[in-house]
């Protein structure tokens, strides 16, 4: 095998044939908390400009979570899932491998997303659901069901206020912070966020295994 594969077997007795049985064979590195990091939320997009040619949708049409692969080899999202707060498997969708350095997003609406931030940034898929825009629980894990991402982001108390509808995303900005922590986080710089993009307010994460910054 040359990339994660499911493989299905069945056996021929006689004329009958047993029920299948199925298995993914994981080929790249797995996706784990080591190597994998949810780096930005745009939960309370502003609302579409038409005279930009987006279309005239509910603004959370505008939502997205990036992540992005901060290890040193290419990782497999197979088994990878949002469990809480949205929920989306990336087992077979359009983004499975993540090169190192690399960038995905899942999105609310796909051709909401594209009017907005054009064909650059690589979608995985779309997920169920919608981001709350006073704040909760997003949870994200691996393939053996441990978690890659746990944490609760708000609107308010130290949490930046700029993303809760003001133009500007969520983004980490303290990748081996507590999540939870709203020192962890600022508001972009770009109006919209950056996805799949490094931001200027967010550390560079580009050099493989860096998972260090200095704020």
Do not use: C, H
Request: aromatic residues 8%; charged residues 25%; negative net charge.
């Amino acid at each position: 095998l040359t990339q994660t594969t499911r493989l299905s077997v069945r056996v021929f007795d006689g004329t009958d044939w047993s029920a299948i049985d199925s298995a993914d064979f994981l080929v790249n590195e797995p996706a784990t908390a080591d190597n994998l990091l949810v780096t930005e939320l745009n939960y309370n997009p502003y609302a579409p400009d038409a005279s930009k040619g987006e279309p005239d949708v509910d603004k959370e049409d505008f939502e997205f979570i990036e992540l992005k692969n901060v290890g040193a080899t290419e990782i497999d999202l197979t088994g990878v899932k949002f469990t809480t707060g949205i929920t989306f498997d990336f087992t077979g969708s359009s983004a499975v491998y993540v090169a190192p350095g690399a960038y995905v997003v899942v999105v609310k609406n796909i051709d909401a997303f594209r009017a907005r931030y054009g064909d650059g940034p690589v979608i995985a898929g779309v997920y169920s659901g919608s981001l709350s825009n006073s704040g909760e629980r997003i949870r994200l894990v691996d393939a053996a069901g441990n978690d890659v991402m746990d944490f609760t982001y708000d609107d308010e108390g130290d949490w930046p206020t700029d993303p809760d509808g003001r133009g500007k995303s969520l983004v980490l900005v303290a990748p081996n912070g507590d999540p939870n922590d709203p020192s962890s986080w600022r508001a972009s710089a770009e109006q919209g966020g950056s996805p799949g993009a490094q931001g200027n307010t967010a550390p560079d994460l580009t050099a493989p295994g860096n998972r260090t910054t200095d704020e």
